[in-house]
């Protein structure tokens, strides 16, 4: 987890249009927000980088569903409106970017958001970002130095809460160099009337189970520093909390660079902050340049999750996939010894290509993919290509590359492809509000006129594949029946309607399978290459012993002389 943000949380962009708001949208989509949505009012139906805009969020809500949150990049004057309207819209978390924004405008946007349970950060802030998963606002600039500076919380980070914008950044730039991986980076914003302050951060710092302990860059003025304490007392925040206060040299009664940082009648003073966080039980540091060694000292002494690895921190770049240590191998998290024994070839293919190990239905279901792609005889071109390369006295490697090298769109490439058709039928069902059959119909009708195809189904030996009724019937114990499967189902029965014997083949089978697990379509034809590899590497050495080299390969004319069939039953294999 992390706070207020992270890459699952669907983000709408107000002011979306305007200079700032397209610049912006680019820059969180390439981190990772899930940008569903934009609105500027006015200008419904145009698109910015292909999001769709709408003239008010609840235009947006009702034509895309729930939105979590909303992120304005909205001149000051408008954005009372636009935030109220995004609040009704039922969105429950609003980030106010804009500065200026008029105290009173600010205090009824506060009323709006308790009225429905909403909550809002700023205004003027720089947004909040969650590192490796998503950023709203402006924190981190650039995806690329953003992904460079604030190093993701794993397993564990600290979480920052800043009330200086330039500074939420400085300080998780200052704790990625020292070694400190973070959680999420908070700007509460510097106005005087604001969303979630300083304690409602902590609180919910408290309760991630990925923060083991808060920095604060806290300033004069308000008194979120002294409620912070108050919490710390009362044991409502008990993770580590380690703060520097700017302001030291500050004047009572000047306002120190923010609107809410002035001290007031004596209140709001930076001795006061000190001296009330210390006496909490929090550390407090003089300077700036003391707050990053203080965070790894405190996570040294807890034994911290938080401190990088000396090849973390100088790495340059990163890969999710596989950890190597000295002694230790962990595939997605998962030490590979441990897998060894007890998961499946399927089941860890699942592992590393999605990052989580499938429920043992699921398991036991990409076993069977696996296995009934594992060869389909010496007539598809795989096959043939390995043996032509192998008869030319090529390496086992360069013969079985030949053969995984002619797995491409028509051979193979079905998978996926016919993934993708399944989708748009069963998009356009949901789109067009129709039934599934109604949209395999109009689609096939559609393809047909264009000269198109309906990849994975009918086959060129097959009038009935016996692999792919065994794996619809692995995926229903599995409990796998979603769109692509009842999509697959409609385009077979429209076919069947038009006098055409085309039932969904074993590529057919597959895709609507993989996509209804919820797989990237884009591994699904390296699925059938993991799969095919046994079976072109058996091919590739029966062509060198058994055959002379630089022979004619006929495609067709071959026998088979292995042995005669048999069962796993009397075999005792299972
Ligand atoms: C919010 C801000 C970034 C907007 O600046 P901008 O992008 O240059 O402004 P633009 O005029 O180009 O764009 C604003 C867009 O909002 C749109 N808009 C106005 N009212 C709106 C509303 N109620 N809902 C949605 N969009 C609205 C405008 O129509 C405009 O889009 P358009 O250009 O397509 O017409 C700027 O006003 C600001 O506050 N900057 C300071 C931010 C900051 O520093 N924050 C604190 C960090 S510490």
């Not at 940008?35 to 003239?55: R, S």
């Not at 009934?372 to 005889?377: F, L, M, V």
Request: proline content about 5%; some cysteine.
């Amino acid at each position: 987890m992390a706070i207020l943000i992270d890459e699952t949380k669907r983000v709408l962009v107000q002011g979306i249009t305007g200079r700032e708001g397209r610049a912006r949208t680019r820059l969180m989509r390439d981190y990772g927000t899930n940008v569903v949505a934009g609105v500027t009012p006015g200008k419904g139906g145009e698109n910015v980088l292909g999001v769709p805009v709408f003239n008010t969020p609840q235009d947006a809500v009702s034509s895309l569903g729930q939105i979590d949150i909303s992120v304005l990049f909205v001149p000051a004057t408008g954005v009372k409106e636009a935030a109220i309207s995004a609040i009704d819209a039922g969105i429950k978390l609003t980030v106010l970017v804009p500065d200026r924004v008029p105290v009173w405008d600010a205090m009824e946007i506060a009323a709006a958001a308790k009225a429905n349970g909403a909550m809002f950060v700023g205004p003027n802030t720089l947004g909040v970002l969650s590192p490796g998963k998503a950023v709203v606002g402006m924190i981190g600039g650039r995806a690329e130095s953003a992904r460079q500076w604030f190093k993701p919380g794993i397993p564990k980070g600290v979480g920052v809460i800043s009330r200086s914008g330039g500074m939420a950044s400085s300080t998780g730039y200052y704790l990625g160099q020292a070694g400190v991986r973070i959680s999420t980076i908070a700007h509460i914003g510097g106005d005087a009337v604001l969303g979630v302050r300083i304690p409602d951060a902590a609180l919910m710092f408290e309760s991630d189970p990925l923060t083991e302990a808060i920095v604060i860059f806290g300033e004069i003025g308000s008194s979120q520093e002294e409620e912070l304490a108050q919490l710390i007392r009362d044991r409502k925040v008990t993770k580590p909390v380690i703060a520097y206060i700017g302001g030291k040299a500050a004047r009572e009664g000047t306002r120190f660079s923010h609107a809410g940082a002035i001290i007031e009648g004596g209140r709001g003073t930076h001795a006061g902050k000190v001296k009330a966080l210390r006496e909490a039980g929090a550390t407090v540091v003089d300077a700036f340049g003391e707050l990053p060694g203080a965070v790894v000292e405190i996570l040294k002494k807890l034994n911290g999750q938080s401190l990088m690895s000396e090849a973390d921190k100088n790495a340059v770049w990163n890969t999710a996939v596989t950890r190597i240590e000295p002694n230790r191998v962990a595939v997605r998290g998962y030490d590979i010894a441990e897998l060894m024994g007890r998961v499946s070839f399927g089941a860890a293919s699942y592992l590393i290509l999605t990052g989580e190990l499938p429920s043992a239905p699921v398991g036991r279901l990409m076993d069977a993919i696996l296995v009934s792609s594992i060869d389909h005889g010496a007539t598809p071109p795989g096959a043939l290509a390995a043996r032509t390369t192998a008869s030319t006295g090529a390496s086992l490697s360069a013969a079985v590359a030949a053969g995984i090298m002619s797995i491409n769109r028509h051979h193979g490439g079905a998978i996926e492809d016919c993934a993708r058709q399944l989708k748009t039928i069963a998009d356009r069902a949901a789109r067009e509000k129709i039934s599934i059959e109604d949209a395999a119909n109009r689609t096939l009708a559609e393809m047909r006129e264009r000269g198109g195809r309906m990849s994975g189904f009918g086959h060129r030996i097959h009038t009935k594949d016996p692999r792919t009724a065994r794996l619809f019937e692995l995926a229903r114990e599995a409990g796998v029946d979603g769109l692509h499967m009842k999509a697959a189902r409609a385009v077979e029965k429209s076919f069947a309607d038009a006098k055409k014997a085309l039932p969904i083949n074993v590529d057919g089978a597959i895709g609507a399978i993989l996509a209804d697990l919820g797989m990237d379509p884009a591994a699904f034809n390296g699925i059938f290459m993991i799969a095919r590899t046994p079976g072109l590497i058996a091919h590739v050495i029966e062509e060198q012993t058994r055959e002379k080299p630089m022979r004619r390969i006929d495609p067709v004319k071959h026998g088979y002389d292995g042995p005669a069939p048999r069962s796993l039953t009397t075999n005792k294999h299972e």
